[in-house]
């Protein structure tokens, strides 16, 4: 059967809208400590967290796909030939 292109993006953001209720009501009944953070903010950590591991690992396989790192100094001072 086939199905809109967007189908599968609403059932992904159904899920997340789900999973963050579900972290939500779980403070609420006691489950967790209240300050726990919400499940948009669980995944965005681990994803910054493992997007450092790759980058600091110089032998993990996904390492080889970044480009190396070019640091760039910018001057933002007008130059005026005197």
């Given at each position: 059967?086939?199905?809109?292109?967007?189908?599968?993006?609403?059932?992904?953001?159904?899920?997340k809208?789900?999973?963050?209720?579900?972290?939500?009501?779980?403070?609420?009944?006691?489950?967790?400590?209240?300050?726990?953070?919400?499940?948009?903010?669980?995944?965005?950590?681990?994803?910054?967290?493992?997007?450092?591991?790759?980058?600091?690992?110089?032998?993990?396989m996904?390492?080889?796909n970044?480009?190396?790192?070019?640091?760039?100094?910018?001057?933002?001072r007008?130059?005026?030939?005197?």
């Amino acid at each position: 059967m086939h199905q809109a292109p967007g189908a599968d993006l609403s059932k992904r953001l159904i899920g997340k809208e789900l999973m963050d209720f579900y972290v939500e009501a779980s403070a609420v009944h006691g489950y967790c400590s209240p300050d726990v953070p919400t499940f948009a903010e669980q995944r965005a950590t681990a994803d910054e967290q493992y997007f450092e591991k790759i980058c600091s690992n110089s032998n993990h396989m996904l390492n080889y796909n970044l480009r190396p790192r070019v640091h760039t100094v910018y001057s933002y001072r007008n130059i005026v030939p005197v």
